[in-house]
């Protein structure tokens, strides 16, 4: 960490905050053992850096402390991996997404609160989640009135910052200068006096630039310089490339009956090889809008080829390239771009309204179209829900994308029954895998599970997954029949012979 | 069916369309094999009688005829009953609850469709449930310019009539004159121009007291005289008493710490023993304002007594007593009360905005909450989904009650694992049985299992669910532990013995 006072002081312009500028080693002794810590980062965007690394020197020293830590959603090594390692954190919420803190979250070490990305910071407000010690905002810069001004994500910032006794600002002076005027805060009302948020377009602006604290909230201002853990774009494979072929072909079909207009609803889509082969699918249509997540290389380049006329997110996750081409022209995009607290920019109310195409990956689904996202064989985290539910809920179309098989053909993806339901068969109208599409809008459960027999499983396992389904039928039935004795002899298999069918 | 014709005319106060008055025989008559028919009708209230008693007498001469059935939800004897007894329902959607429709879904001789209550209209708007023939309307009466006033309940009735091709209005002289005034009417815009939603209180009006469709769309009108199926209270039993009583003492206690104002947020809670049994325990407060789909008679009766200040739904469900004491007497009761279209009862939006408390049923719920609200067995259909997904992601506290065990203790309602899953882990807050309240706000996987055990399980079934945890804890691991192997053996050994344990 090489901090430039010189440059640091320059970025606190308040001027009385200035002296409050304390070394990242000081301002991490203040934090007692058992603290709740609530810290800004989404998507490996914007969380902060120097402070957790000072933190961590305190537990490699031996010294026994752990906190309770809050986030927007993912966050890289230097908070999750360095402190997780280090047996510092003691529960962890609403998401994580990197192997060193999943493996305590799954050795049970850790308290894993798993949410919808949309209710953490209301339910901080609520004091569902008991007191805030201390908020550790990364910033770009203190505005004149005190105002925080975020980096790369916004996360549970705002809320965090307002509820927290007291916040910690880390100006990071790698953030580059660009990103200010980008962000857009606003915090609902609570109930019963919340009025309605008053987004109807994806690029409208409801609230301010900047995080509003009283001054004498911020307790401290630390500096740091390093950049956001760079984002690995996978090129996509083939049957990433299928899929999205699948999914743009079936837009193409909405559109062609008049159930979509030519330019689509505003598109939320994740992140990951399914994710970007997706975004390039969309540089078919013209005039679309992103009301997602986390913004993309992607989402730049199509934006630089005015395919995509605006994106509206929570966090900007780019690669090491994607971050030197875009971040410096950040001011070509401001105009149609806005970063939000996750709050809005997963907000049910909002996704409803816009009527978002809600473009979400499962880990694998079952016969009557119910999805796990979260969890290997029932029992094992990955990363948990995040925004899919907010989504997949809200959105005017709900689509779960997946392989039809994983580990050459060893796992199939689509299974009798799954070992653990996120999204219901209630929040899933279409599944797309690079074989083709189940529409299951308007079906029946026995219907559902022959339309996705037929167009979404690999070849090999048609004829298993229809027997499941026939012995059901006749043993069991009922309106979607089960059979209990049955459901989960794929996994148990999987589990003895690496393979679910010999 | 006993017509008095003059009576029906003189609810048709739009002279020009006097002369579309038809026997409903000649209007049965004009519906065709395959047909989709959309009618009015949720909670067995105000849903259309002489109409599919007459299309029944076709089924019933012999005559091959079968359609397509959407309601609101659930909906009496005179239509699904006569239907689908008569095998003439091909398809239906959203929501049931009687005997004879759902031995014949769980035949799979209907193909059911089973939706969160708030997104059938708009599934229907977007085209997404094909085209509706014929919309077919209970109401009190046709106003001066061809507005259709709803009855005791309005579903999807203003969707249904606007996009069908043709509509029927059944003017039911039965249901008292009192009902005008009581709707409020409004169908939101379809994205991407959707506005909000510009309700803020739980009594606030925001659209017209009657159905707009224009003249030409209704081309027959019919008369009927037979009131809703009155609906059957069953009186609360002790563990109905103890549940209600453990759920208001923690809304005393979420009171206490300042979680609650002290007339609570408005409360949605369900139809049925407990229920019943919960709006009593309301009496305990006061300013208590409801926002549900179903008002019933302690709904009227907590009114009388000053408890409840302010009541919106969708539907008014009474017994035969309740019918004769409160629907002559309504206008003492509609300036506080309102019903309203399901999908805007149920919406997300306003759910989330007025902080509704949500209280639904578990058939099952499992270790981790993971919540069955469907399907026993995982196979056989109990009624639907309904609207306990609309409130439980959307509440401010998401709750949910069951006994803990039934059939004398044979039947665990807390398991393993659940058979199906309708609401996840992440939009269950708090669980209660007559045993006490689990609180999982902010817990783990494994300390959600824990506080369930301890607070909610029956004492004879605690250690069976501590020994599958640990089990699962040593034999798989995982941030929620699961055997797959013996995940479903309660259920099982249930089906072969008739108990869950011996």
Chains 1, 2 share one sequence.
């Not at 890289?76 to 990197?98: A, T, V």
């Not at 980008?182 to 377009?201: A, K, Q, S, V």
């Not at 994308?401 to 653990?420: E, F, L």
Request: charged share 20%; proline share 5%.
């Amino acid at each position: 960490m090489n901090t430039n006072y010189e440059q640091l002081s320059d970025r606190v312009r308040n001027i009385k905050l200035r002296n409050r500028i304390t070394p990242p080693e000081m301002t991490a002794s203040a934090v007692k053992d058992g603290a709740t810590l609530a810290t800004s980062g989404m998507a490996r965007a914007g969380y902060p850096k120097a402070f957790p690394l000072a933190l961590a020197d305190r537990g490699r020293a031996g010294e026994k402390l752990q906190v309770n830590l809050y986030t927007g959603a993912s966050v890289g090594e230097e908070l999750d991996g360095q402190l997780s390692s280090l047996h510092m954190i003691k529960r962890r919420l609403p998401y994580q997404s990197i192997r060193s803190i999943r493996g305590e979250i799954n050795n049970r070490n850790i308290f894993f609160v798993d949410q919808h990305l949309s209710q953490t910071a209301e339910q901080v407000r609520y004091g569902y989640l008991g007191k805030i010690d201390l908020a550790v905002i990364e910033a770009l810069a203190i505005t004149e009135d005190g105002g925080i001004i975020p980096t790369t994500s916004v996360g549970n910032s705002p809320t965090y910052a307002r509820e927290a006794e007291a916040a910690v600002v880390e100006i990071n002076t790698a953030q580059p200068p660009e990103l200010e005027g980008i962000h857009d805060i606003y915090i609902p009302g609570d109930p019963p006096f919340r009025r309605e948020i008053p987004l109807y377009r994806t690029q409208d602006r409801i609230g301010l630039p900047y995080i509003e604290v009283p001054l004498e909230k911020i307790h401290y201002i630390i500096g740091s310089d390093v950049a956001d853990n760079p984002y690995s774009i996978a090129v996509p494979d083939e049957v990433s490339l299928k899929i999205a072929w699948q999914l743009c072909n079936f837009l193409k079909s909405e559109i062609a009956v008049g159930r979509l207009p030519a330019n689509l609803l505003p598109v939320q889509s994740g992140v990951g090889t399914i994710g970007n082969a997706i975004l390039e699918g969309l540089s078919e249509f013209s005039g679309v809008e992103i009301y997602s997540e986390v913004l993309q290389d992607n989402v730049f380049k199509l934006m630089e080829e005015g395919k995509i006329v605006a994106a509206s997110g929570c966090a900007i996750t780019l690669s090491q390239e994607g971050q030197k081409r875009y971040l410096p022209r950040l001011s070509l995009f401001k105009d149609r771009m806005v970063l939000r607290p996750q709050e809005i920019s997963n907000q049910p109310e909002l996704i409803r309204r816009l009527g978002v195409i809600a473009i979400n990956t499962a880990v694998e689904l079952d016969l009557y179209g119910q999805i796990n996202s979260t969890h290997y064989m029932g029992s094992e985290l990955l990363n948990g829900i995040g925004g899919s539910g907010d989504f997949a809920r809200n959105g005017s179309l709900s689509i779960f994308v997946t392989p039809s098989t994983i580990k050459d053909g060893a796992i199939s993806c689509i299974v009798p029954m799954v070992t653990h339901t996120d999204h219901t068969e209630h929040d899933v109208m279409i599944i797309v895998t690079e074989e083709g599409i189940a529409d299951l809008r308007g079906l029946s459960a026995v219907e559902r599970a022959e339309s996705i027999i037929d167009n979404c499983a690999a070849p090999q396992y048609r004829s298993l997954l229809r027997e499941y389904l026939m012995e059901a039928i006749n043993m069991s039935g009922g309106n979607r029949p089960h059979l209990l004795e049955k459901a989960y002899q794929w996994h148990l298999r999987l589990q003895e012979t690496g393979r679910m069918f010999e």
